[in-house]
């Protein structure tokens, strides 16, 4: 039997390993914690740094093929792989997605194919940037500074309104190298699933619409009508092209902002990628006949890719650790039962022991015979739970 190998050991790579067990392969997951819902539930758990070399080589000497499950793996310890065993995404393609200078000059490279730019910035690295963004660029405030490296869920940002909230948000945090982003009047986000495979074949999945709270990912809906056809098509084809232009291969997400430039359905604009499956994808497991991370193991392992066909509606519903605690605090078990009863519920939970504010501790997906059905479930459970963006249902 072969086994595939994944870099981390989150949520994501634990829905990675049930899909590859599926399929029967054996699974071999690299993370230093013991209790990573990944190596929980996988063959081999080499429980080690990400760099240890002693732990690269049993890794590669395990695996049939080796891909990665979170962003920020270091791109050196997938260079190391590569040399003995093929790894999708490659260590290249992976670093440009870890910074978001390299990933900016990446889409403004590609723009041309994807018709889509993104949101107006500059790269602030040093002192002498900060003042020139400030004498030169109003244009870019009110603006968020992002910091290249290392930031998700909306950590590692300000929120700046003036050249001196600006240098106050540099210096908070560290002083390191940022982008500044004009802030853009959003009306909606979404991101759009690609796989492409060794040979340059792609398939991808209708863009889901997200809903975003405190910078986290709390409400993804996925069903036909979501948002403009025409605005879908055009993400839609703007994510292959990325996905080409790059040489991918394996599962990518491409997010994209919607805003309001004036035109009919407003315009597009690309604002990150992420190389690997995505949690706004997570709804593929129920509602679609090949999940994001059938997509996954195909691509590695050399599989044809099937086209996924999404058979029913669907509303994703992230679960984080607020949801293990009460309005004063107190830690509770969420009423399961309640919701569970309800038609169409599908809980994913993922193994993780301490629930903390923020953390993403599971995920509920919504399916039904049609869109309106499944907003009325959606809502009685997020009701249920106490889940934020309720509104936006
Ligand atoms: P992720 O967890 O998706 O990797 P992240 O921390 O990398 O998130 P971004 O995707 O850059 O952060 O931003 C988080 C959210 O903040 C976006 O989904 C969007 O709601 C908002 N946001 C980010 N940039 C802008 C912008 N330029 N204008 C308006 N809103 C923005
Ligand atoms: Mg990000
Ligand atoms: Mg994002």
């Known amino acids: 039997m072969a086994t595939l190998g994944v870099m981390g050991g989150g949520q994501l790579g634990r829905m990675f390993v049930h899909a590859a067990q599926r399929l029967g392969y054996l699974t071999a997951v690299l993370d230093p914690d013991a209790q990573s819902p990944a190596g929980l539930v996988s063959h081999h758990h080499i429980q080690t740094d990400y760099n240890d070399p002693a732990g690269l080589s049993q890794l590669s000497d395990l695996c049939q093929a080796i891909t990665t499950e979170f962003e920020n793996v270091p791109a050196q310890a997938l260079q190391t792989l590569a040399q003995a065993r093929p790894v999708a995404p490659g260590a290249a393609v992976v670093g440009i997605a870890q910074n978001r200078i390299e990933e900016k000059a990446h889409f403004a490279a590609c723009a041309d194919v994807s018709g889509v730019t993104c949101a107006p910035y500059a790269v602030i690295e040093t002192q002498a940037q900060l003042q020139a963004v400030q004498d030169e660029r109003p244009d870019l405030l009110p603006g968020i500074l992002k910091t290249a490296r290392l930031g998700y869920d909306g ?20 002083g390191v190298a940022c982008v500044l982003e004009k802030m853009l009047p959003l009306t909606a986000e979404c991101s759009v699933l690609v796989a492409r495979g060794w040979d340059g074949q792609v398939v991808s999945f209708a863009p889901q619409r997200n809903v975003h709270v405190d910078g986290i990912l709390a409400v993804t809906h996925a069903y036909e009508g979501n948002m403009p056809t025409a605005l879908a098509t055009r993400a839609c084809d703007a994510a292959v092209a ?48 090949v999940s994001q991370f059938d997509l996954q193991v195909h691509a590695m392992a050399g599989l044809p890719l099937p086209q996924p066909r999404q058979h029913s509606p669907a509303i994703m519903l992230n679960l984080l650790g607020d949801v293990w605690f009460d309005a004063n605090g107190q830690p509770r078990e969420p009423d399961w039962q309640a919701v569970l009863r309800l038609p169409g519920t599908h809980l994913h939970l993922y193994g993780k022991v301490q629930a903390r ?4 501790m599971g995920h509920l997906t919504i399916t039904g015979p049609d869109v309106a059905s499944v907003k009325t479930v959606a809502r009685r459970t997020a009701d249920l739970l106490h889940l934020p963006g309720l509104e936006a249902i």
């Open 155 to 174: 950590k590692g940002q300000v929120r700046v309104k003036n050249a001196a909230e600006l240098a106050a948000a540099w210096a908070e945090l560290g």
């Open 242 to 289: 990325i996905a080409h232009h790059l040489g991918y291969v394996g599962m990518l997400c491409v997010e994209f902002f919607v805003v309001d430039d004036g035109s009919e359905h407003g315009g597009l604009v690309v604002n990150e990628m992420a190389p690997r499956p995505h949690n706004s994808g997570h709804y593929t497991l129920n509602a679609c006949d």
């Open 357 to 360: 504010t923020g953390r993403k």
